[in-house]
């Protein structure tokens, strides 16, 4: 009889322990500013440390993103005051793009909001006009005090799934 009941407490333990890691994820430890640290390529595993600075805040009801590359472009004032037009329009573009077309700074913000896991987060405005409007859904893997991890399809390319890993800064 006391094995039974070993056991059936054993078993409610990790039952217990299992549904406690599976809690959901609360909208106010959203709350903040998080850093992007590092990349994973779901499909081959590679880990990549974040190729340039991007931040993520998020309010009570919007969000934001700003990304930038290093190696970004820069001209004073001074310098771009005494520029043509066509020569300030070629220093405006090289702010967003490099040479080979590459973007090298990025912004988007909109409203967001939880269901279960999945953070849905709905662009406003963007650099990249195509997601204005669309409803995107990260799917949240980690939520704590210090880090956020999520699953996100690309944007040109839903297939393809990253997990990213955000650090908190404030």
Known sequence: MWKMRLLLFAGSCGVAGILSAQSTPKSENLRGTWELVSTRDLKSGTVTPAPRTEWMQFTRT???????????????????????????????????????????????AGTWRLVGNQLHQTASMAIFAPIIGVDRALKVTRLNKTSLVLEAPSFTSPDLITELTYRRID
């Open 62 to 108: 919007h969000f934001s993103v700003t990304a930038m590359s290093p190696g970004r472009r820069t001209v004073t004032s001074a310098q771009y005051d005494s520029l043509s037009t066509q020569e300030r329009i070629k220093v405006d573009y090289s702010r967003v793009f490099d040479d080979k077309g590459n973007q090298v700074f990025a912004a988007r």
